[in-house]
């Protein structure tokens, strides 16, 4: 019987308690090691110590990130009288801010509206087609709101409002798990086992589709109505889809954005949001559930 091995001299003689047998070597755990990279510099989450510009001016219902970086680069924003090349510096307060010369109020509580957006109107605030917005339909009295999310020229229902850019791109953002329900009314062929596939996710001349819950509500002859429900909201997703499968969409209508839906609003109306309402769905939202 041969006498045990003498371990190693050196560094190697033994390993460490908590190191596996089959941990990774060479470059492979010199990848598995190293902490991952990361894509930028994190912006603060906090609300009370410095923030990005575009941020700052997001919450205060400028416009939307977007909108507020597209601005910068216009030379519309300026700070203490010099005009702001770059959205990212950190600030404090709004103090010193003006756009378009104009000092910058400051951010009121977030408020959300439900609209009931005919068809025949763009979700914008000017076209230069010259066409309808939902700007020429809202009452003048309204404090100046964003739409979350868009509705197509063609599109009808409920369109949610809000004076807080932030609260917008939570709303809008598909990480944030919000699902939209639609209504549409389409000429052709389908069925519901191949409506049931959707759930599974498809993929459209390169373009990707989640999570779709489908269902046939009611059909009269070759015309029928499809329910559906989806957490992205692409462009033109829903008519996209349906013409895959050889529907002609004649009538769309979005009747849910979360927890909000039309019921109660007639067409071309505007509610705002009951307090209470809109902080319970904040709460929920921030947990994180779907």
Known sequence: ?????????????ARPADDKPDAPRGRRAARVAAPPRKAKEAEPEHEDGPQRIAKLLARAGVGSRRDVDRMVEEGRIALNGQIVVHPAPLLTSLEGLTVDGNPVAKPVSTRLYRFHKPAGC????????????????????????????????NTEGLLLLTNDGEFKRQLELPASGVERTYRARAFGEISQTQLEELAMGIEIEGVRYG?????????????????????????????????????????????????????????????????????????????GKP
């Open 211 to 287: 999570k779709i819950i489908a269902n046939l509500e009611r059909r009269t002859g070759r015309n029928q109505w499809v329910e559906m429900t989806l957490t992205e909201g692409k462009n033109r997703e829903v008519r996209k889809v349906l013409e895959h499968f050889g529907l002609q969409v004649s009538r769309l209508i979005r009747t849910r954005y979360g927890e909000f839906s039309l019921e109660g609003l007639g067409m071309g109306d505007v509610d705002v949001v009951p307090r209470d309402d809109l902080f319970k769905f904040r709460r929920h939202l921030g947990s």
């Open 122 to 153: 763009i979700t914008a605030a000017r076209d230069p087609k010259g066409r309808k917005t939902i700007y020429d339909l809202l009452p003048k009295g309204l404090p100046r709101v964003m739409p979350v999310g868009r509705l197509d020229y």
């Open 1 to 13: 019987m041969k006498s045990p091995r003498p371990p190693r001299s050196g560094p190697r003689a």
